[in-house]
Structure formats: structure tokens, C-alpha cells
């Protein structure tokens, strides 16, 4: 089945610095991919579409500027966290379908980032 | 986005049906029903999902009401690994980039 792959699960940075996190599409094309963070015991929140071949929509009051996101080709969208702090520190997923839209969503295990 | 609702949590004994219960009644004919499950600290993962007539496949049912307002997720023998937060989404299908909205889910407890 349609496997979508996150990396890393898992990283600590420092305060101030940049962290990439990639979302993979293992098995199928995805000209949309969608990026989520969860804080402790709550839902997901919707962050941004990443489209291929241009600019992602972010959803409203995401900073763009902050989460950088890039959807180079059609198997692979990254989100940079800029000048990360700890408020920061969530678990990031991102997601993505292989057929049209009344298909499913296959989701990435997900990226713990811990800012120290 | 079409809101769903959902009970706050559940609790179910192992081997037995679970029905999970969803309210929309602001659906709209393009919506479709989607259910996600998520198991703590991975990514939610697709159960099933439906327009109007009801669905099964290997993981569960889907009970659809004929008004479409409600829905029901129907797991026929919980397992211990069944134990998740369970999300009831409305997907549009002619929504601009056919997002996945999240609302807060159902905890459902497996007592074994």
C-alpha cells in the first residue's frame, strides 16, 4: 500500500538554529502533501498544503516566514523550522494522497522536535 | 469546513463490537465521511472512509444515516490495539487542496 516516510522521527536542536524536517512519498506521486503539528494530548492542527512546483498555503496564523516549506518535486516535501525556539517543540506529520481527493490521506509517523 | 462531533471518549471490553459515533449535520453532498485512527506517538492511520452507502472493509464498518447528518464507526471485535484517539472528518471533495481538517476525536479505552 501507499507509504509515506518522515525523517528524522526524532532531533534536538538549540535554540536558534534550523531544523529539516523531509516527507516522503514511498510508492506514488503527490503534487499536494500536507503538514500538521501536535502539541501534548491535543489534535492535529493543519499548518500548511505544500504544492508542487510552487508556493505552499499556509492556513491562518502560521508564520511562513518561520515554517519554510518546499515541495521540489513530486515525491518530496520538506519543512524547515527557522530560528527555532522552544515554543517550537511539537510533533510535526505531514501526510499526502496517492489518488483523488475521495481517497485516503497516508500520514508519516511523524518528527518530535525538541528545542533546547 | 463541515464540524464534526464526536464524544469526548469511550471504553469497550476486548472482543466486543464498538460502534463510534459521529455527528455532521452541516455535511454537504460533496462531503465525504473519513476515519482516522491515531496510536500514541505515530501518525494517524485511515480506517475507512465513505459518501452515502454504508462500507466495510478489513479494519471496520461504516454506517452511514440516510440523512447523512450522523455517522458510525463500527470496529466488530476490539482488540487491545484498537486503543486510539479516533478522528470523524468531513473531506470536500471540491475544496481547494482537499485538506484534512482535525477535530478533538474520540479516546476509546480497550478494557482487556
Known amino acids: 500500500g501507499a507509504v509515506v516516510s518522515q525523517h528524522p522521527s526524532w532531533v534536538i536542536c538549540k535554540s536558534g538554529t534550523s531544523v529539516k524536517i523531509e516527507c516522503r512519498s514511498l510508492?506514488?506521486?503527490?503534487?499536494?502533501m500536507f503538514w500538521y503539528r501536535q502539541f501534548p494530548k491535543q489534535s492535529l492542527m493543519l499548518m500548511a498544503t505544500?504544492?508542487?512546483?510552487?508556493?505552499?498555503?499556509?492556513e491562518q496564523g502560521v508564520e511562513k516566514d518561520k515554517f519554510l516549506i518546499n515541495h521540489a518535486s513530486l515525491t518530496l516535501s520538506t519543512l524547515t523550522v527557522t530560528s527555532a525556539h522552544p515554543e517550537d517543540s511539537s510533533f510535526y506529520i505531514c501526510?499526502?494522497?496517492?489518488?483523488?481527493?475521495?481517497?485516503?490521506?497516508?500520514f508519516g509517523n511523524g518528527t518530535r522536535l525538541t528545542v533546547t | 469546513d463541515a464540524k464534526t462531533t464526536q464524544p469526548n471518549s469511550m471504553e469497550s471490553n476486548e472482543e466486543e463490537p464498538v460502534h463510534l459515533p459521529c455527528n455532521h449535520s452541516t455535511i454537504s453532498g460533496t462531503d465525504y465521511i473519513h476515519w482516522y485512527r491515531q496510536l500514541p506517538s505515530q501518525g494517524p492511520e485511515y480506517v475507512i472512509h465513505?459518501?452515502?452507502s454504508n462500507v466495510n472493509n478489513r479494519m471496520a464498518s461504516l454506517a452511514i444515516a440516510e440523512d447523512r447528518k450522523s455517522s458510525t464507526l463500527i470496529l466488530h471485535r476490539a482488540t487491545l490495539r484498537d486503543a486510539a484517539v479516533y478522528y470523524c472528518i468531513l473531506r470536500d471533495l471540491w475544496e481547494y487542496g482537499n485538506k484534512l481538517v482535525f477535530g478533538a476525536g474520540t479516546i476509546l479505552r480497550v478494557k482487556s
Open positions: 501526510s499526502a494522497g496517492d489518488r483523488g481527493p475521495d481517497s485516503p490521506l497516508h
Open positions: 505544500s504544492n508542487e512546483g510552487s508556493k505552499a498555503t499556509y
Open positions: 510508492d506514488f506521486q503527490a503534487t499536494t
Open positions: 465513505g459518501l452515502t
